[in-house]
């Protein structure tokens, strides 16, 4: 008893048809899909160094939250955090991938001790339940100021530290290096 395989519409021709389209959607909704699920968990965000230091009359911000924490790193660019301020400390917690300069008091000395020896390249932070530091007003962001140290220049960075309640979606805003004559490309003219 031989059975017949062959349905109605069943034909070669259909089929032949069929596959390929199958086979084109599923490939568009899988980019879709991808693709909306890698913009949603961007792990990094990139700035140039003239840009983040603010010559184009813009302070960057970084976010940070409860959930995660977020580095900013000057590995690419080449540079050693040479000091390191941040305006409220209530919020906000910093930890380094190295020795930082931490002078303290009215005459720092930056070519001694710690600071002499600094080889950090990645500040990260993290936001905290808000400590009460007697003086210090309630805002909602905070100036964190870093100054750098490569290819025999210093450089003075200032970034605006949002305070967020979500995931930034982004995990690191790193520092890239200006192409040749992007620096004079950066700065703001005065009108």
Not at 14 to 23: D, G
Not at 33 to 42: L, P, S
Not at 111 to 136: E, F, H
Not at 154 to 169: A, M, Q, W
Request: net charge positive.
């Amino acid at each position: 008893m031989k059975k017949n395989t062959k349905l109605s519409g069943n034909t070669p021709e259909r089929s032949s048809y069929f596959l390929p389209i199958a086979s084109f959607t599923f490939s568009v909704a899988m980019f879709l899909v991808v693709g909306r699920a890698v913009a949603n968990n961007a792990v990094l965000r990139s700035i140039f160094s003239c840009q983040a230091q603010g010559l184009g009359g813009v302070i960057p911000t970084i976010d940070v939250s409860y959930q995660q924490g977020t580095n900013l790193s000057f590995i690419t660019a080449g540079e050693v955090i040479k000091k390191v301020w941040l305006n409220d400390p209530s919020q906000v917690t910093m930890d380094f991938d190295g020795p930082v300069c931490m002078q303290f008091g009215p005459k720092p000395n930056t070519s001694a001790g710690d600071c002499k020896n600094s080889a950090a390249n990645v500040i990260q932070l993290r936001r905290i339940k808000k400590l009460n530091i007697p003086g210090l007003p309630n805002t909602s962001n905070t100036l964190l100021t870093v100054i750098t140290e490569g290819q025999g220049k210093n450089k003075l960075y200032t970034f605006r530290v949002i305070y967020g309640t979500d995931s930034p979606g982004y995990h690191t805003l790193a520092v890239f290096p200006d192409s040749s004559g992007q620096e004079t490309s950066c700065i703001r003219g005065s009108h």
